[in-house]
């Protein structure tokens, strides 16, 4: 979880991170789920990559959170990540701990990666809800907090794997000024965060 104390994981002391929450409510909302495919890292984290879930098989999010969780069960390969993001409020699901590796990008990337996934359907025509945005940059603010990672460490799973096209149409500038509002709201709160 996020909040509070993760073992492995560099942790924001809790009483900071009450101190977040009317900031990052998002993270109180997340729901756990285990993803059958993970294993354990050799290193740290240096990256977090964006996905949506429009070229896999679903025809809701539930359905998603179970392909996830086992997607061989539905006749694919071994798949996982860490996050799984809905289209509506309160849908966060986190279904790999950070300090292991989850299957969503490929070598040498899952070993370094926290992956995050956008629930998306092809008649959603690329589009990504207002829930969506404002969860994802809470979620990528509190990651980034945690391991101590800039902006640049926030990549798409299209610039690390050439057939893959997702997040596509995803609007970078505005996820970016999101999570820039964010850690200006942080540090109102503590002053002492180095961001
Ligand atoms: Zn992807």
Known sequence: MPVGSIPGVPNIPPATYARFKATLPALWAIKQRAAKWQQARSAGVDMI?????????????????????????FGD????????????????????????????????YNDRSIGIEM?????DHGDFTEWQYSAVAQLVCDIRLRWGLPQSAV??????SVPK????NFNWVSFEARVKALFL???????????
Do not use: W
């Open 119 to 123: 629930y998306k359907k092809k008649i």
């Open 155 to 160: 990549t798409s799973h299209d610039a690390l």
């Open 185 to 195: 709201r942080l540090r109102l709160v503590d002053p002492s965060l180095n961001l």
């Open 77 to 108: 390969k071994k798949k996982s990540i860490h996050y799984l993001i809905g289209r509506d409020n309160g849908e966060i699901v986190a279904m790999v701990p950070e300090d292991r590796q989850a299957y969503h990008v490929g070598d040498p």
């Open 49 to 73: 990559v964006l996905h949506d879930t429009e070229s896999l098989p679903h025809g809701n999010f539930d359905l998603c959170v179970k392909y996830f969780a086992d997607p061989v069960a």
């Open 165 to 168: 096209t997702d997040p596509r």
